[in-house]
């Protein structure tokens, strides 16, 4: 196995198991479908690449034996030998802090142009996790997977820690003299430019505007990689003022997207998932309609999906605001789908409330032309002006500040941001700073001679005239309660059609550039969770190759890993590729924000770097480019294994998904599951335990697959990174993955009465993008009632508690596995090789990791960091032992404890698992199964409500609801 | 041929094959005395500390409550020890020039913590949150258990030969109950007032608390549910 190649598939094979199936199978990858040997190996194998016992001789075998059973022996007299621990108290014990418990904070994270509002968990000044505030509108109460992880950007052990001065350590005082003396010498600022993000912070727009009135000539660039230009510049055309659109999903019936991605790549996204599925659960759902140039989450939800090129995405949108009747808009350049368009177009018309959304990369035009066709369907969308005024695109913005650096005209440079800070305004900040570092707002405040903290800085904005307990309460809470001002847009400029940029044609190849989707534009290129989170579609960690459809991988004769050159104008990227099913063809997706090579110790050769194709002019996707298949040589492999997880833990060949079309449900329902015959004796009574009877419901129906809940999993229970080469071997530690299913109908022969056939006309088959159907499925321990994993541990290291939760006993664990080769839904990880105490080395991708050396102290020194990020609640795991999920038991306990002192019961509700906290649709729900009036007794009655392989008769503690689509009848049966 | 083995030969090999069968047990025995003993687990062995303080004189001879110093006692699981501006609230005052308080001004001039050195802690992969001895009977602190797992579960199988409340003050909450035992001390060092149970748990010896059937009511009264004491996942998580 240890040279195994794994996804080399045929897609000969894919193509022709695919179309002897009858009805709709669930698969998860191409190698799945197509069994190829090695796929079967690997699934056979339980634990695939270990070394063989049998390497090891007899003598050596009896040697390692002998010394254990000493060493064993040893480990009574630990107290012997190991030195007395030290109690350090406080001197001065800050009012608030209790030794052991937490604090939260209420904070704010700035993403992607948006705010989100954040609460962070910290211990004696200590933050390890981030939480959504309830109170936030951005949140309530959830967040995605980027807030979870930016806690460890806080011990990023390659931060700065010192202000430099041409590479030696130099001091704020120095910088902030020459600085201020450069700025003073300027003519009343010209030549000074500061280089930010997109400000979202009003203070910090205070601050600007106060150094640009000292400084009148100083210029701003806001710029972001991610960015909203065509967003502001199409409202522009529309509206003659640059706005951005918020759209309100609450409640919506019909949705239209183009490109939009609001539910990971939108600004607000976690507050527009929360909508979408609030609406999704109710019986009459919403419908979902995307027209998408790259696969991302939301076309994975849409009942109705088109995977289109770039260059198209405008033409759709033209298309149906002609057929929408919109004045003065001409057809597009390229074919659209007539008959989707008409659908849809219909749909939306007679929707009580409905929104059409775009998307940042879409077109100049389709911006402009959401806007009168929202005005025209009156969409659920308002309008608001970004906190700093944007009057030019940023890249511009941007390509005006490169020449005036090129033309010598820059006297000095301030860049700011780019690095989420923690350093946020509170009056007891929220931790002191790590290293000696400044946040940007004290930056600015100090550049104009009159340094002050952030808390002065925030206060004097927000706090100004107003009584001092509304600001603590507003800090306290994070969220200001002034209402809004409601900004009444300026009205849709009749005229606007005439004046909209010509429209791009293409014919070929077009490149669609997106940002990473979990390393944004890179800047999570250094942390390691967000390396090694399996990208929500491809699965893939450690790697960002490019995404093709598997039609062009036939035709091209590639499979994952293959290298490909891609050559656009001048410039040639060499990259491997990864099939990616529901992906367009003729398109080739780069994901940007890896292969950064000042990154620090973790993002260090990690990826690619795809930046060198993405140009101002192709800033989103661009045309004219050629893909080739790349020549191995003597020196050179052109092939590169992908470290993807989707054929990890297989649970290959069983009744696993159940989907249903909505209205087929209401008619039908679900075949009752069948009582299989089971291995295990009957229970007399169903909780023999009089107390709390812990279970999880889990809601298909709105998991969107972002994998925020496996990231505040691996936040809340101390989960290593184990780094790319034992990702490869199938070693990851996350207790809590999301398998991503995919189905197409059945190429014409047998249909099922169940099938979603959008339109007989197409080839239903892998090739055909538009005829696939997503479905994620997040699964970690089921906490069986009658776990298999129990009886076969020789040394009880598994066992159950009355309380229905499947435990896990750390200390007794020899790591013999038996349990997990026991369990049927592989959600059981083994610890190989003490990955939590060496987990920078692994993170280093280092190829072997016994042989690292530590080059300075100083690295050394920031290496240490990564023990602060530990929550003190839950046990870190060492080398040999085996773990999984454990329903959070450290927050049972401690609502447990909390209930006693009261003593009372556990209320529904208390107790909330770090998944269910994170997740911004709401699908998970978590609580007492033997209180019939519990929100999770009242899902699990449900009649969506199944159990995961329920012919096993194990009687899991989580159980799942079925999904439900919505197709419009229309295009369903044509 | 002349005899190989002399008469006394015979003994040597009844006494050989004695000690082969008694010295497996014997190096058991010793091996488990040795580890159970002091010498290992360090009970009743008090540490070297940068302070001799004491618990005897501050909490049973002077009275000072245990929650003037350890405030976070009644809401966090950690002992938290005192800050030095606690030493220094009456040390400021009183004894303001012994030479053996230099470490707690040292500490409150500089800024710099005491560092004591730990003696109670809970093993590996245990998370451990209520209860002790008798503190106030130690004028220097040790350990008072060698906390082997034996003794949680002592506790954890029958928690009702350990429950306390005073009859005469049931209207106490079960935490407050702890704390009037504890003034209890303070108004009667002897203990000629308390009843057994009171006073075997002022003494700390093992068999405390009340008579099993008391104590039987009070679990079902406290709503303690006895058979998820020994959950695992209740310490080890």
Known sequence: ?974 | MPNIFKPAANSMAKLSLLLGVASPVLAISIGSAISRSSANTGVGMPLDQPIPFSHKHHAYELGIDCRYCHTGVEVSGKAGVPQTETCMTCHSQIWTNSPLLDPVRKSYETGMPIKWNQVNKAPDFVYFNHCHGAIQKMHLTAKGKPFFMVWCLECHNQPEKYLYKDAKNPQLSPRQQVFNLYSKIQTDPEGHEMNEAERNLLEGTSQAGESLETGAKLVLERGLKKAQLKDCSVCHH
């Open chain 1, 1 to 974: 196995m240890s040279d195994k190649k794994l996804n080399k598939f045929n897609l000969q094979e894919v193509r022709e198991t695919l179309a002897n199936k009858g009805g709709q199978e669930y698969w998860r990858s191409m190698d799945q479908v197509a069994q190829t040997p090695e796929f079967e190996a690997w699934v056979e194998d339980e634990f695939p690449n270990r070394s063989s016992i049998l390497q090891i001789d007899r003598r050596d075998f009896i040697k390692f034996m002998g010394a254990s059973m000493m060493l064993a022996g040893m480990a009574g007299c630990r107290s012997m030998f190991l030195p007395t621990e030290k109690i350090v108290p406080y001197v001065n014990k800050p009012e608030d802090i209790i030794p052991g418990k937490a604090l939260r904070f209420a904070t704010v994270f700035t993403h992607n142009q948006s705010a989100l509002g954040v609460l962070v968990t910290s211990y004696e000044g200590r933050p390890v996790k981030i939480e959504g505030n309830p109170s936030h509108p951005n949140s309530m109460g959830a967040t995605d997977h980027f807030a979870q992880a930016t806690i460890l950007d806080l011990y990023d052990p390659d931060r700065s820690r010192e202000v430099f001065k041409k590479n030696l350590p130099s001091s704020w005082d120095v910088l902030l003299r020459e600085a201020r003396g450069a700025m003073d010498a300027t003519d009343k600022g010209k030549g000074i430019f500061i280089l930010t993000e997109s400000v979202l912070s009003p203070t910090l727009a205070a601050e600007l505007s106060g150094l640009q009135k000292a400084f009148p000539a100083a210029a701003v660039v806001q710029y972001d990689a991610v960015n909203q230009d065509n967003v502001l510049e199409g409202s522009n055309i529309a509206r003659g003022a640059r706005l951005h659109p918020r759209y309100d999903l609450g409640g919506v019936d019909v949705i239209a997207s183009f490109d939009g991605d609001f539910i990971q790549s939108m600004p607000e996204n976690v507050r527009m998932s929360r909508e979408f599925s609030d609406k999704r659960k109710t019986v009459e759902m919403n419908r979902l309609y995307v027209v998408e140039s790259s696969p991302s989450l939301t076309g994975a939800m849409a009942d109705h999906r088109r995977a289109v090129k770039p260059s198209q995405i405008e033409a759709n949108l033209r298309a149906l605001a002609q057929r929408l009747g919109v004045a003065g808009i001409e057809s597009g350049a390229a074919k659209v789908d007539a008959r989707f368009i008409a659908a849809m177009a219909s749909d939306l018309g007679s929707a009580a409330k409905k929104v059409v959304i775009v998307g940042a990369s879409a077109s100049v035009a389709s911006h402009a032309i959401a806007h009168a066709i929202n005005e025209a369907l009156s969409g659920s969308v308002t309008y608001h002006a970004p906190v700093v005024r944007q009057d030019a695109s940023q890249i511009d913005a941007l390509r005006g500040l490169t020449k005036a650096i090129n033309a010598g005209q820059v006297g000095v440079l301030v860049v700011l941001g780019g690095n989420p800070t923690f350093d946020a305004p509170a009056q007891q900040p929220l931790i002191a700073p790590i290293h000696n570092t400044k946040s940007a707002l004290e930056l600015v405040s100090s550049l104009q001679n009159r340094p002050r903290s952030s808390y002065e800085l925030v206060k004097a904005k927000h706090g100004v005239g107003k009584d001092t307990a509304q600001f603590e309460k507003w800090l306290n809470d994070g969220v200001i309660t002034v209402a809004e001002k409601a900004v009444s847009a300026p009205a849709l400029n009749p005229g606007f059609a005439a004046s909209l940029p010509v429209q791009k044609v293409s014919s070929g190849l077009e490149i669609a550039f997106r940002p990473d989707p979990t390393l944004w534009d890179g800047r999570w290129a250094n942390n390691g969770w967000m390396q090694e989170l399996p990208k929500p579609l491809t699965t893939l960690t450690w790697d960002n190759p490019a995404l093709i459809g598997p039609k062009m991988a036939d035709d091209m004769g590639l499979s994952d890993g293959d290298h490909v050159n891609i050559t656009l104008g001048k410039q040639t990227l060499r990259i491997p590729v990864c099939v990616t099913v529901g992906h367009p063809d003729d398109v080739v997706t780069l994901n940007f924000g890896n292969g950064r090579t000042e990154v620090g110790s973790v993002g260090h050769q990690a990826g690619q770097n795809v930046n060198i194709l993405r140009t101002g002019l192709g800033f989103w996707d661009a045309a004219g480019a050629t893909v080739a298949k790349a020549a191995g040589g003597m020196l050179e492999s052109n092939h590169t294994d992908l470290a993807l997880t989707q054929t990890h833990h297989s649970m290959e060949g069983r009744d696993i998904i159940r989907a249903f079309n909505r209205d087929e449900f209401a008619k039908e329902g679900m075949e009752k599951e069948e009582e299989g015959v089971s291995m295990y004796p009957s229970q007399e009574k169903e909780f023999p335990f009089d107390g709390p009877q812990w279970g999880m419901s889990i809601d298909l129906n709105v998991c969107t697959g972002c994998h925020a809940c496996v990231t505040a999993c691996q936040a809340e229970n101390n989960i290593p990174v184990i780094g790319r080469m034992h990702v490869l071997k199938g070693r990851e530690m996350h207790w809590m993955r999301i398998d991503r299913y995919y189905t197409v109908s059945a190429g014409g022969k047998q249909v099922d009465p169940r099938d979603e056939i959008d339109s007989p006309n197409h080839k239903q088959d892998v090739f055909n993008p538009d005829a696939v159907k997503t479905v994620m499925m997040p699964l970690a321990c089921m906490h069986c009632e009658i776990a298999p994993c129990e009886p076969v541990c020789p040394v009880a290291a598994t066992v159950h508690s009355h309380e229905g939760l499947n435990q896990m006993v750390y200390n007794r664990c020899v790591g013999t596995r038996y349990c997990s080769n026991n369990c049927p839904y592989k959600v059981r990880r083994f610890n190989f090789l003490n990955y939590t105490d060496n987990q920078p080395n692994f993170m280093d991708r280092t190829e072997v990791p016994y042989t690292w050396t530590i080059t300075s102290s100083e690295k050394n020194n920031g290496r240490s960091l990564l023990k602060m990020i530990a929550n003190p609640n839950v046990t870190v795991r060492g080398r040999g032992v085996m773990e999984k999920c454990t329903y959070c038991v450290q927050r049972i306990n401690e609502a447990r404890i909390e209930a006693k002192k009261e003593q009372r019961e556990i209320k529904d509700g208390e107790v909330v698992t770090a998944c269910q906290q994170a997740c911004p649709s709401g699908a998970i729900v978590f609580g007492n199964i033997a209180d019939k009036k519990s929100a999770v007794s009242k899902l699990k009655a449900n009649k969506r409500n199944y159990t995961l392989l329920g012919e096993l008769n194990t009687k899991n503690r989580t159980t799942y609801l079925a999904k439900l689509r919505n197709p419009n009848p229309e295009l369903e049966n044509a």
